[in-house]
């Protein structure tokens, strides 16, 4: 059995070889009972174990030391089972339709915006629990181009482009002119 440090910085004794890189405590990661988390690092924490469970039910476990890409990557096709967005396929007569008229059996995915959130959080988990930047999985090349691919042919299935929002700029208020004053009404 190995002894590793969870997010909450306490001892827990696993009953597998999963091994957990963990930092010191540190004023600005510790948290107290009394503190509430925001809703990402609550998101942050629950993907972080969820992966953890991941790699101890791989078959043979794996440690996160020894998780690559390519682990991260069959991590994402398995939570694809559990998506919710249609992706057509190139034979379905909706292809390309953002709101088809009728029920078709194309699969159903994980949306393209919910894989890119969970590998920021997953990226950011795993720096903040010790790992080294220049060796985090969730930013492999490999994970990156899988995205993009995800990205394009989501948006070719469904007839939505994910094109980049560009930054709206304040509109200057506009003052309106004076109007003219209005002249008296004549006397009869």
């Known amino acids: 059995m190995d002894t590793f440090l969870n997010p ?8 597998t070889t ?4 963990s ?14 988390l925001s809703r990402y690092e609550n998101q942050k924490r629950r993907d972080w174990n969820t992966f953890g469970q991941y790699l101890q039910n791989h078959r043979p476990p794996l440690s996160l030391p020894r998780c690559s890409g390519a ?18 396929t190139n034979l379905c007569p909706f292809f390309g339709h ?10 159903l995915r994980q949306a393209w915006g919910s894989l890119d959130a969970l590998i920021g959080r997953l990226r950011a988990a795993f720096e903040e629990n010790g790992g080294q930047p220049e060796n985090n999985p969730f930013g492999a090349r490999a994970v990156r181009l899988y995205l993009r691919e995800v990205r ?35 006397n009869c």
């Open 8 to 15: 909450n910085n306490t001892t827990m004794i696993a009953t």
């Open 71 to 88: 682990h991260v990557l069959e991590f994402l096709r398995y939570l694809d089972q559990f998506g919710k967005t249609k992706v057509h």
């Open 152 to 186: 394009d042919s989501q948006s070719k299935a469904r007839g939505i482009s994910y094109e980049k929002k560009k930054r709206k700029r304040p509109v200057p208020a506009v003052v309106p002119a004076p109007l003219p004053p209005v002249p008296p009404p004549p």
């Open 18 to 21: 999963i091994t957990t890189i």
């Open 98 to 107: 953002p709101n088809p008229p009728a029920p078709c059996p194309c699969p």
């Open 23 to 36: 930092s010191p405590p540190s004023s600005s990661s510790s948290t107290s009972p009394s503190t509430t």
